[in-house]
């Protein structure tokens, strides 16, 4: 089988953001849109509530669904060509949870404005539990985006030779060039680049907690959320009915700047609390 390109995690805000296109100059070279953070999209999976579906063909079918994500909505056209997508957009509940993993596409008008859409490869209805479990996947990924864009930005060093060093500095080769392309392309990267980090913390709180709290520009996430509560829904969010293994709870609250040793604190709390409890030696289980 051949290698398929990978399907970056991306929030819709930063998608409908992006308008750095690289085409190859052969007729089945790949498509790519880069990103602000330096993803070089081929395919991309997503997943929100499709809010809207609409047979815009005229004399062939043409599906144009749209999917929203915390952040904004997505649109997906399906045509001819994915008549199995087709099928699943027209007989599609609205409002209800999709996953969708599919090629980005771009279009560009005639006064200049490029339109971005998803052409898709694959369409699942899922459940809630997915959808939060996406964003929370997400939210990771786009803040390792950030950093990794910052070290490209602090370094100061020529495009020619700058994605090889991010690769010195342990960043994949795929996102070492998309920041190189990234950072020649888009202007004013470092104010986006703090939007983009504000937007990211309010999508975790869509799904993490019901209060209302507000944060100021560039405020990090464990300033926005308390940390014992954000820690205790992370955890219900992993516990898929066997615990949640301690090594991937430090993980998942990395993105929270929550180092392990301040997640053994709140975990002791939390259990002389009785909110949970160790069923076996290094797993954890909400009550």
Known sequence: MLDRETAWRIFASEF???DLIERGE???APHYLITPTGARCNRVFVVGVITESENIGRENDLWRARVADPTGTFTIYAGQYQSEAGIFISKAEIPSFVAVIGKARTYER???EIQRSIRPEELNTVDEYTRDLWILDTARKTLERIDSMRIGIKAGIESEKLAEYLQSQKITRELSDGISRALRHYSE????LKRL????YRAVRTILSEEEMTASRGEAIEEVIEPKEYVANVMEMLDTG????YSDLTEAVSQAKITPETLETIIKELMSEGRCYEPTIGVLRIV
């Open 16 to 18: 409908n953001r992006s």
């Open 26 to 28: 052969e007729k089945q």
């Open 110 to 112: 005639g006064d200049g």
């Open 189 to 192: 990267i470092e104010e986006y």
């Open 197 to 200: 980090e504000e937007e990211v």
């Open 242 to 245: 066997n615990g949640v293994h």
